[in-house]
Nanobody, 124 residues
Framework: VQLVESGGGSVQTGGSLRLSCLAS??????????MAWFRQTPGKEREGVAT???????IYANSAKGRFTISRDNANNTLYLQMNKLGPDDTAIYYC?????????????????WGQGTQVTVSA
């Protein structure tokens, strides 16, 4: 399974970005993979932001609730993260992750497939 993120960039505080993650591979079937977004800054552990199960249920980190929305387009093998009301604390490299089970949570150790990451920078 290959995951490729896009959509990162630089925005000012209060702005919005939408990240995308395109999944591919012979073994990838959307209905069998839960997906997630993580983020990481230098010197810190990778932090779970949001996850979406195979049935569409979602779980968000407290830092993302009310501002971020995770969604998936199974027909196009694409995962999204809509981020609104961004602040400097959201600056990080954002990673897409996948695991071939029905139910996932926000622990990085759970996921076996990772993208290369996309940089998000929010200026004050």
């Amino acid at each position: 399974v290959q995951l490729v993120e896009s959509g990162g960039g630089s925005v000012q505080t209060g702005g919005s970005l939408r990240l995308s993650c395109l999944a591919s591979g012979d073994t990838y079937t959307p209905s069998r993979y839960c997906m997630a977004w993580f983020r990481q800054t230098p010197g810190k552990e990778r932090e779970g932001v949001a996850t979406i199960q195979t049935d569409g249920d979602t779980i968000y980190a407290n830092s993302a609730k009310g501002r971020f929305t995770i969604s998936r387009d199974n027909a196009n093998n694409t995962l999204y993260l809509q981020m609104n009301k961004l602040g400097p604390d959201d600056t990080a490299i954002y990673y897409c992750a996948a695991r071939n089970v029905r139910l996932c949570f926000l622990g990085a150790w759970e996921y076996n497939y990772w993208g290369q990451g996309t940089q998000v920078t929010v200026s004050a």
